[in-house]
């Protein structure tokens, strides 16, 4: 499995008219098109129990179908695909040879959705960005309720003893209006930009012996904001798709760099390091994430990059630095070893021309102080927008750091993996 730069998936549920009908008779849905996102808002819990069981009927419901699979997860979500392929083959080949990732996928898709159900614009968002990634894919509209129907079954199946008609009429609601959500991002997308974009790899450097940085020239127009990342498929594994974030800010050239570390059994990332060359055609989905730097404050940034993490650090610099804006920034990147600062010097170099950037590093092999005494002795840092990229145990330790030292978590920004992966 490939390890992103800032993680995320991309892949998710479908619906819409025509929707299938389930074994046991819920009440009558609506039609849902166009969608009103506050189909999705909360309402009273009918019956609810204590606090453990907040929230909506509806999300309750949900939740305690998947509390209920948690154990035997791996063998619902492949019972669904292996319904899904005998029911429609035709839809097989919208999916990479391997599953083991997908099935993965679909799981922590639905936990995601179960908890955000009762929140509507984080929930509307996340749909959003599913349905407009999910083009590269090649998924349609009438694709949404085959899956639909064997996601029911699947679950029906496996959570038989506490599955019931008003269970089945709150997954049928909430999926109906969720893909509906998701198709309909896709639409209007397809009428502002390609499904993907063909990139040809004009740079290839190889800092260590597993951590390359590549500049790529898109076929058309790629617009993104730094700190986003994007999808890469590349020729050597079609349909396989993996996901890095964007090295620097939006560039005069319209180049877009990467940085990819080889990660053991990593399909794409081992290709893109070890086998991929100038001239080599990549393919990339849309851009997305939150990342981004709120350019209509003042506030001082305070950047924390693990590994290859330091890529959308150093794109958040060069951002403010295109502002022109004497804005304090403080990056700490973060390395197992010396070796592993492999970017240090563009980093100290965009330090020596920007007084306002100060960079530090924390080296895990020769550090006398970790990260949350290193962020205290350089405070204070109340007042500082915090971002955060690198592997999910950094950002996870990197969250209760900075909270540690008295950043809110409402300033805490980062894309990781836990909260982006899709179906």
């Given amino acids: 499995?490939?390890?992103?730069?800032?993680?995320?998936?991309?892949?998710?549920?479908?619906?819409?008219?025509?929707?299938?009908?389930?074994?046991?008779?819920?009440?009558?849905?609506?039609?849902?098109?166009?969608?009103?996102?506050?189909a999705l808002q909360r309402v009273p819990a009918q019956g609810a129990g204590?606090?453990?069981?907040?929230?909506?009927?509806?999300?309750?419901?949900?939740?305690?179908?998947?509390?209920?699979?948690?154990?035997?997860?791996?063998?619902?979500?492949?019972?669904?695909?292996?319904?899904?392929?005998?029911?429609?083959?035709?839809?097989?080949?919208?999916?990479?040879?391997?599953?083991?990732?997908?099935?993965?996928?679909?799981?922590?898709?639905?936990?995601?959705?179960a908890e955000h159900l009762d929140n509507t614009p984080?929930?509307?968002?996340?749909?959003?960005?599913?349905?407009r990634g999910h083009r590269k894919y090649g998924t349609r509209a009438e694709h949404y309720p085959a899956l639909g129907e064997c996601l029911i079954d699947a679950l029906s199946t496996y959570a038989a003893s506490v599955w019931s008609p008003e269970t089945e009429a709150a997954w049928v609601r909430a999926y109906r209006t969720m893909s509906q959500?998701?198709?309909?991002?896709?639409?209007?997308?397809?009428?502002?930009?390609?499904?993907?974009?063909?990139?040809?790899?004009?740079?290839?450097?190889?800092?260590?012996?597993?951590?390359?940085?590549?500049?790529?020239?898109?076929?058309q127009p790629y617009p993104f904001i730094a700190g986003q990342y994007t999808?890469?498929?590349?020729?050597?594994?079609?349909?396989?798709?993996r996901h890095y974030s964007f090295a620097s800010a939006p560039r005069s050239d319209g180049l877009l760099t990467f940085h990819v570390k080889a990660v053991p059994a990593g399909w794409v990332s081992n290709a893109l390091v070890r086998r991929a060359r100038p001239g080599d055609v990549v393919r990339l989905g849309p851009p997305t994430g939150s990342m981004t730097v709120d350019h209509t404050t003042d506030s001082g940034l305070l950047c924390l990059g693990g590994g290859t993490g330091i890529a959308p650090i150093k794109a958040l610099v060069e951002d403010v630095a295109q502002r022109g804006v004497r804005r304090p920034v403080e990056v700490f990147y973060g390395a197992r070893t010396n070796h592993d600062l492999y970017d240090i010097d563009t980093m100290l170099r965009l330090q020596q021309s920007h007084p306002w950037l100060s960079v530090h590093t924390v080296v895990d092999e020769q550090a006398r102080i970790q990260l949350p005494e290193a962020l205290r002795a350089?405070?204070?840092?109340?007042?500082?927008?915090?971002?955060?990229?690198?592997?999910?145990?950094?950002?996870?330790?990197?969250?209760h750091a900075l909270r540690d030292v008295g950043i809110p978590p409402s300033r805490i920004r980062h894309d990781a993996v836990e909260g982006l992966l899709g179906i």
């Fill in 1 to 38: 499995m490939d390890a992103p730069t800032t993680t995320s998936g991309d892949n998710d549920m479908p619906g819409g008219d025509g929707w299938f009908t389930p074994r046991t008779t819920p009440l009558p849905l609506e039609k849902q098109r166009p969608v009103d996102a506050s």
């Fill in 50 to 113: 204590p606090a453990a069981e907040e929230g909506s009927a509806d999300a309750i419901l949900i939740r305690r179908t998947l509390a209920e699979i948690s154990p035997i997860a791996d063998q619902v979500t492949s019972y669904f695909y292996a319904l899904l392929f005998v029911r429609h083959p035709e839809l097989r080949a919208l999916f990479p040879p391997a599953m083991d990732l997908q099935r993965e996928r679909l799981l922590k898709a639905l936990l995601t959705t």
């Fill in 122 to 131: 984080v929930l509307v968002d996340y749909l959003r960005n599913l349905g």
């Fill in 181 to 219: 959500v998701m198709i309909d991002a896709a639409a209007a997308d397809e009428l502002r930009s390609p499904a993907w974009w063909q990139a040809e790899i004009v740079a290839h450097d190889l800092r260590t012996a597993d951590v390359a940085v590549l500049a790529v020239r898109p076929d």
């Fill in 231 to 241: 999808s890469v498929e590349t020729p050597w594994w079609p349909r396989v798709w």
């Fill in 378 to 399: 350089c405070g204070p840092w109340k007042e500082h927008d915090a971002y955060l990229s690198g592997p999910p145990g950094m950002i996870r330790s990197g969250i």
